[in-house]
């Protein structure tokens, strides 16, 4: 069977507790020395084991429990006045929901910014692009790959209810 070790337990003996004077009486009376042990979940290879577990060709696949951030949110030009707003507005008011959000604001093509979006699989991807100016953005959920042209005050709410659906 195939495993993945993601805590440890050690028996530590009496070589701390003798060196602590750490003692108890046992049933006659007799002083003995605590035998130690310790434990521990090792928090990278937890990481490491969910990606392992949830992963695709094209990177990882967080789920929403467990994602550092539940929202991607990519302007695609971050030099259109317009694009740079609505992605601004987006930001605040997630942060204002509660809801995690990592905004690539950085000057670079598109295709590098989805690429790295798809590498670091947040649940959710909101990408405000020419449709902006309209007052939509797409709506794309890593998981299932489903991608929607929706109006920004429908992403708000559907990342409400993907929040609200995490945290049952």
Not at 65 to 71: E, F, N, Q, S
Not at 83 to 89: H, S, T, V
Not at 124 to 152: F, Q, T, W
Request: glycine share 10%.
């Amino acid at each position: 069977m195939k495993g993945i070790e993601v805590g440890h337990v050690f028996k530590l003996g009496t070589k701390y507790s003798e060196a602590l004077g750490a003692s108890y009486l046992d049933a006659n009376g007799r002083e003995q020395s605590i035998i130690m042990g310790c434990y521990g979940i090792g928090v990278s290879r937890v990481v490491a084991a969910i990606v392992e577990q949830h992963h695709d060709e094209r990177g990882m696949v967080w789920s929403a429990t467990v994602a550092p951030y539940l929202v991607h949110l990519v302007p695609v030009s971050v030099k259109d006045e317009t694009q740079r707003q609505i992605a601004e507005d987006l930001y605040v008011s997630l942060q204002s929901l509660g809801i995690e959000v990592l905004m690539d604001d950085r000057d670079e093509r598109a295709g590098v910014k989805f690429k790295d979006a798809d590498l670091l699989g947040m649940p959710i991807r909101i990408v405000v692009g020419k449709d902006a100016a309209d007052g939509n953005v797409e709506y794309a959920e890593r998981h299932s790959g489903e991608k929607r042209l929706v109006p920004v005050a429908e992403a708000l709410d559907r990342i409400s209810g993907a929040k609200a659906a995490s945290l049952l």
